[in-house]
Nanobody
């Protein structure tokens, strides 16, 4: 079973960019579609995007499309989420779970994923 640990969060100002990383251990990394979710206080977990097994295809919801880029390095077992033009509404804990289902060019729910790490906090000040 894969274990995932997110890092790279912090306190930034509106308009800043941030790069989050997710390191995997255990399991066969290329078996998994990798996703990014976020959860703000008092809100449900929100899908941010996903990358298919080879890294050649990604999908993002309209809420973040154009501001987020997901990439993966299978040799290093690493997934990254780069976010530009951050706004206070991006403040949340960010997670990068894994999925064994086929890649979908469409929204996903937390139930499609497993192996949730501790997350990394992103706080955007106005």
């Amino acid at each position: 079973q894969v274990q995932l640990v997110e890092s790279g969060g912090g306190l930034v100002r509106t308009g800043a960019s941030l790069r989050l990383s997710c390191a995997a251990s255990g399991g066969t990394f290329t078996d998994y579609v990798m996703g990014w979710f976020r959860q703000a206080p008092g809100k449900e977990r929100e899908f941010v995007g996903q990358v298919e097994r080879s890294g050649d295809d990604t999908w993002y919801p309209s809420s973040v499309e154009g501001r987020c880029t997901i990439s993966r390095d299978n040799a290093k077992k690493l997934v990254c989420l780069h976010m530009d033009n951050l706004i206070p509404a991006d403040t949340a804990v960010y997670y990068c779970p894994a999925s064994k289902r086929g890649f979908s060019s469409g929204p996903s729910t937390p139930r499609d994923f497993f192996s949730w790490g501790p997350g990394t906090q992103v706080t955007v000040s106005s």
